[in-house]
Structure formats: structure tokens, C-alpha cells
């Protein structure tokens, strides 16, 4: 490049492109306004990074220019913020990654640089953004057997009950085995005496949890050495969000430190949560490898379907039902395990009853359902019948006002493979790893209890096509919309545009290191401030 100036262009575009981001693709128009970049400056700038295969460019919907980043401008970028150390596996992170089930050969990327970039040995925070079903986890993983093979104890918080319950039998299959140290839940659903955290190597809990921890000064909380937070795209949420963010700040302040790990869908502001974090980023925007998604906006005119799709291709079908109908006939066709997002939970209800006709009793599952009944539930509400004779035909919804137990059954069967469809709320939207190989995301319905922030999009399909459990080589994913909306959707708000900040607040608390720590009156101020957790 002629202008030194046009240097820090290009480090301000790959930087976007690579932290800001789905899939390291946007348009032009993003890049121009975000970036700061002069019109005439830009063209130049994309010119000579295109001719050297740092990006590639194509025409777009409504006439938008899109920028995608390639491999040879993703590893330019990785080079210019740091250098790869080459640091080996612990022997106690080999043994944990080969009696795994299913054994761990390959690290994916984002795993890779975790280990080679040396924050497996480290002290640093670490904040990782990435793909669902990226790895993150197993990251997280690594980072906990490190701790308790060098004699600390390791905390593992989640903001949902149904995905705290999925890492507990994950890793009270794994861990003790590997590690002979035991492993412990504590949520709403599963209330424990204080001393059993004590004698854990591992706990799994809500962030609500331990925030009541923290307020009744468990002991216990002292031993922590590694906290890794997951799913903390939440700091959004105007419910969990000043938990979350309050949790963190708490950890981050006190003395001495616990290391904090934390997980996150890829998201707008990543680099400012890692700073406020003072920890160190690891961003992984592009889906797994082996995965393949498809994206289609999906609209009806009459009885004709149209779908969109990401590369800005479009087909149409004749249809004589309802979207989602339609769709899940389609994919029962094929074989594939459909999971539907609604907003409200009669909605979720309504539309698994409706479905009920396209499929078939299975009188295995209908057995289960009965023994299911007759053995482990003593509380028959009418929400229970109805949710288990749908379960006899392999369909289901699910949703928090479901008995703990039954939420437990269907999770249990969906994880077996044994049901067909299934239509939730958001309950199953965040770190789920099931078989899941469409996802059918019904945008109105949504809408109509929240917005849809682009980052709980990314977690929503990002439930279809895990790997190790679909079976199927391209994933489908349908954003049900109306006519008008479908343009917008696909060209701006999901597939081009970045996704956008969080509300995020950093908790302006300041605790002197020399005083005791007192989180009762420190979350009283905090939770009575006008100017806490979430805007």
C-alpha cells in the first residue's frame, strides 16, 4: 500500500471482519460507517487487500457490495495480535481428552489457540467468543481438569437449570473418572448441604446460585481457583444480565483472584468485555468444521413458499398448509429431528399439538411414557398429561413451566434420539448439544414476547447440525417471517450486518483489596443503583 494510512485501514477491517462479525462476512456500508473509513479510501483499501486474497467481494441483496474474509485474512490478523507458542498438552489434560466419551483426537480452532497461545498454563482471564458447538466447552474443560490436578477447585456457572443439568451428567461421567475428584450441582432444582461444595472438585451451578452463595459467605467459594462462566451473552438480559454482570465484577475484584473463563456466542463488543474482564480474547466466528448450515428466510404469498437462502439465492414451493407444517413434513420426510423456537409458551402448546397428526404412536416410547407416569412423577397436572400423550407420538414441547421432572424426561429422550419434534421457548436455545439436525425459528412469535438480538439468532441455529450427533451433512435452519419483514431480515438484520453491542454496563464498584469482602451490602448497592448491570 502507497499511504501509510491505509495500513490502519486494513487493521481496522480485519479486526472488524474477525471480532464483529458472523462467519468474518458483511456489507460494504458496515464497513464504511463502523470502521471510519473515507468512501474513496475504502475502495482502495478492499482493492488491494482482494488482490493480495485477504478478502473476496460479491454482489448482495438490494444492491449491497459483501466483504468476506478469508483464511490467508484471518491468519494475517492472528499474526498481528499474537504469536503462536506451540505449548504442549498437560499429561492430565491427554489422559482427561482420551477417556472422554466420545474421545477427543482434534482440537477444533478456537481450542487450538487456547493451547498455543500458552492460556492453558496461564493465569489470564479468558473470554471466548465462538460458534455454538465450536468448542468452548471443551476449552473450559481442559482449563478445570488443569485446576484440579494442581490441588484447586473449579466452578462452572450457567444461567439455565436445563443446561446446568446437561454439564452436571456430562461431567460426572467424565471427570471423576479421570481425576477420582467428585462433581456436585446446585441449582433451584437441586438444593445441597453447604458441605457438599466443600468436598467437590467441581461444582456446576446458576449464576443465581452463587450469587446467594456470595451473599451468605460460603466458605467453600474461597477454594475456587477457576470460574468459567458460560453463556454470559445474557448480560443483555434484563433478567440475568446484572446477576451475570454483578457475578463477574465480584470474582474479578476480590483477593485473592480466581481465573475467569468465560463462553459466549460471538457477539459485537467482544473486545470491550474482554477489557473490562482485563483478559484475554479468543474469537472464533466461522461455524465448526465438518458443519455446514444452511440459512433460508422463509415467507408465504397465498400458497406459495419462498425461501431465501444466505448466498442470496431464492426457490419457491406450493404450500397448502402452514409454514412450519409444511416444513416439519418435509424434514420428517428426510428423517431429521425438527426443533421449533417460539416466544410465548401457549404458543409452544398449540403449535406441538397441531403437529401431533403428522406422526405416528410409537408404542416403545409409549411404554416409557407410562412407566414414566406410574414411577417418577407424583404430581399429574393436566400440562403433564398432555405434554407426555404427545411425547408417545415423538413430538413435544418444552418450556419452565413444566415440572422439573418432565423437562428432565424430555431432555433424557431428546438426547437418545428418540424424539422427532419438539417446540420450546428459549429454555433450549443456549449450550443444548443434542441431535438436532433443523431449526425452524418462528420469528413473530418470537417478537411477540421480545426482540430477537442477533447473538441469541447465532445460539438458536446454532443448535442444528452438532457435530458428533446429526447425522445429516448440511444442517437446515428457516427464519419464519412476514412478506414485508423478509428483505430486511435476510440483507441486514441476520446475514450482513454485524451483530450488535450488548447493553453493557461495567458495574462501577470499587472495593479496596485491604477489606474484608462483603458481597451481602456490596449486590444491595449495586441492585439499588440506578447505573448497575444493564442499561
Known amino acids: 500500500m502507497k499511504r501509510p494510512k491505509y495500513k490502519e485501514y486494513e487493521r481496522r477491517i480485519l479486526e472488524y471482519l474477525v471480532t464483529r462479525t458472523d462467519s468474518g462476512q458483511c456489507i460494504r456500508l458496515c464497513l464504511q460507517q463502523d470502521c471510519r473509513i473515507p468512501k474513496s479510501s475504502l475502495t482502495n483499501v478492499l482493492d488491494d487487500m482482494k488482490e493480495r486474497g485477504l478478502v473476496t467481494r460479491r454482489r448482495y441483496f438490494q444492491n449491497h457490495e459483501l466483504v468476506v474474509l478469508t483464511d490467508l485474512g484471518r491468519s494475517a490478523y492472528e499474526e498481528s495480535i499474537a504469536k503462536k507458542l506451540g505449548y504442549e498438552l498437560p499429561y492430565a489434560v491427554k489422559i482427561y481428552l482420551k477417556r472422554r466419551n466420545p474421545p477427543v483426537r482434534n482440537l477444533f480452532p478456537i481450542q487450538q489457540a487456547f493451547v498455543g497461545r500458552g492460556l492453558l498454563y496461564a493465569s489470564d482471564n479468558v473470554c471466548a467468543f465462538g460458534y455454538p458447538g465450536s468448542g468452548k466447552t471443551l476449552l473450559a474443560e481442559m482449563a478445570m481438569v488443569q485446576t484440579v490436578s494442581n490441588g484447586g477447585k473449579a466452578l462452572y456457572v450457567t444461567p439455565y437449570k436445563a443446561l446446568d443439568w446437561q454439564k452436571y451428567q456430562d461431567f460426572s461421567q467424565w471427570f471423576p473418572k479421570t481425576l477420582n475428584t467428585k462433581v456436585v450441582i446446585t441449582d433451584g432444582d437441586n438444593p445441597v448441604k453447604s458441605s457438599e461444595p466443600k468436598q467437590a472438585g467441581i461444582v456446576v451451578a446458576t449464576y443465581e446460585r452463587i450469587m446467594g452463595a456470595l451473599r451468605r459467605k460460603g466458605t467453600w467459594l474461597e477454594d475456587v481457583k477457576v470460574v468459567c462462566a458460560d453463556e454470559i451473552t445474557l448480560l443483555a438480559d434484563e433478567g440475568r444480565g446484572p446477576t451475570i454482570d454483578l457475578l463477574l465484577t465480584l470474582f474479578a475484584r476480590r483477593n485473592p483472584r480466581p481465573r475467569?473463563?468465560?463462553?459466549?456466542?460471538?457477539?459485537g463488543n467482544a473486545l470491550t468485555i474482554s477489557k473490562w474482564l482485563d483478559a484475554q480474547p479468543l474469537i472464533e466466528n466461522r461455524s465448526p468444521p465438518g458443519i455446514e448450515i444452511e440459512e433460508f428466510v422463509v415467507f408465504r404469498e397465498k400458497d406459495v413458499l419462498t425461501y431465501l437462502s444466505r448466498r442470496g439465492e431464492k426457490k419457491t414451493e406450493k404450500c397448502e398448509t402452514d409454514e412450519i407444517t409444511h416444513i416439519v413434513r418435509n424434514n420428517l420426510g428426510l428423517g431429521m429431528t425438527t426443533l421449533i423456537f417460539v416466544g410465548p409458551r401457549d404458543h409452544a402448546e398449540i403449535i406441538a399439538t397441531e403437529l401431533k397428526s403428522l406422526h405416528t404412536l410409537d408404542t416403545e416410547l409409549s411404554s416409557r411414557v407410562e412407566e414414566f407416569l406410574r414411577d417418577s412423577l407424583f404430581e399429574k397436572t393436566d400440562l403433564t398429561h398432555r405434554v407426555c400423550e404427545l411425547l408417545r407420538f415423538g413430538v413435544a414441547f418444552h418450556h419452565a413451566g413444566l415440572h422439573r421432572a418432565v423437562r428432565r424426561f424430555i431432555e433424557k429422550l431428546l438426547k437418545e434420539g428418540r424424539l422427532k419434534t419438539i417446540v420450546a421457548t428459549g429454555t433450549l436455545s443456549h449450550g443444548i448439544d443434542y441431535r438436532i439436525d433443523s431449526v425452524i425459528i418462528d420469528y413473530e412469535s418470537i417478537r411477540s414476547a421480545h426482540e430477537l438480538p442477533v447473538c441469541e439468532y447465532i445460539n438458536m441455529k446454532g443448535r442444528a447440525g452438532r457435530y458428533g450427533k446429526s447425522k445429516v451433512r448440511k444442517a437446515p435452519v428457516y427464519i419464519l417471517c412476514p412478506r414485508e419483514r423478509a428483505e430486511d431480515v435476510i440483507s441486514v438484520s441476520y446475514c450482513t450486518e454485524p451483530n450488535?453491542?450488548?447493553?453493557?454496563?461495567?458495574?462501577?464498584?470499587?472495593?479496596?483489596?485491604?477489606?474484608?469482602?462483603?458481597?451481602?451490602?456490596?449486590?444491595?448497592?449495586?441492585?439499588?443503583?440506578?447505573?448497575?448491570g444493564v442499561c
Not at 260 to 267: C, D, G, K
Not at 507 to 521: G, I, K, Y
Open 260 to 267: 475467569i473463563i468465560t463462553l459466549s456466542t460471538i457477539v
Open 500 to 532: 450488535e453491542p450488548q447493553r453493557f454496563n461495567i458495574v462501577n464498584v470499587q472495593l479496596n483489596p485491604n477489606v474484608a469482602f462483603d458481597a451481602e451490602s456490596l449486590s444491595r448497592r449495586v441492585f439499588t443503583s440506578s447505573a448497575c
